[in-house]
């Protein structure tokens, strides 16, 4: 999955709050390549309640990497600004797409997820996660946590899915959007200029 994760213009630090509403994007895109990865692995992921739930226990996951990867770069008011608008804006993503297709209002999913996001943060505190990432149990929590989601045939082999592939490739991919996104030099361009000689 190719992501876009550098500022048009980048001649000033942005803030936290404009930081985390670049991420959210990115975020939410990630999520839902694991889903349909997930989906394409032969794992039944039915439309409702289902893929939602998915999509759920997934984008708090990458809340916790990209809050965790805050606490490494930035002041505690910082990170908590950066955190708060970056739970915002997904969970009213996530809230207008389960509006549409399940009806209720926005609201109503906003809360639940923002509930979901911080009973599994609580949670997800036991566990480490330094410069090279999270540990083994913190991404083992994810699988447990998509255990609740699976159908029963699927409960045993989803472990595997998440720790081996979805997980490792979406915390590589928040790892780098947030270090793009936090850098103020220009983008290098791509391009070299060959001359005709």
């Known amino acids: 999955m190719r992501i876009k994760s550098h500022w048009f213009k980048s001649e000033r630090e942005k803030t936290p709050q404009e ?4 991420l959210a994007f990115t975020i939410w895109r990630i999520a839902d390549n694991a889903l349909k990865n997930t989906r394409k692995a032969n794992f039944e992921i039915a439309i409702g309640p289902q893929y939602f739930s998915f999509l ?3 984008l708090v996951f990458l809340i916790q990497v990209a809050d965790r990867i805050a606490f490494r770069q930035l002041s505690a008011e910082a990170r908590f600004a950066f955190t708060s608008a970056l739970a915002n804006r ?3 993503t996530l809230a207008e797409n389960q509006s549409r297709l399940m ?3 926005i609201a109503v999913h906003k809360q ?3 509930d979901k996001l911080n009973q599994r943060a609580g949670e997800y505190a036991d566990f480490n996660y330094g410069s ?7 991404t083992r929590y994810l699988a447990y946590c998509m255990r609740e989601v699976m159908d029963e045939k699927d409960v045993e082999w989803v472990i595997d899915q998440m720790m081996s592939i979805e997980a490792p490739e979406a915390v590589d991919m928040v790892e780098k959007t ?5 850098e103020t030099g220009p ?3 791509r391009r070299t200029t060959v001359s005709g000689d």
């Open 19 to 22: 930081i985390a509403g670049a």
């Open 56 to 58: 759920t226990e997934f």
């Open 90 to 92: 997904v969970a009213e």
């Open 103 to 105: 009806g209720d209002s």
């Open 112 to 114: 639940h997820f923002i």
């Open 132 to 138: 090279d990432g999270p540990d083994f149990a913190f």
């Open 178 to 182: 947030m270090r793009d996104l936090y």
């Open 187 to 189: 983008k290098q361009s």
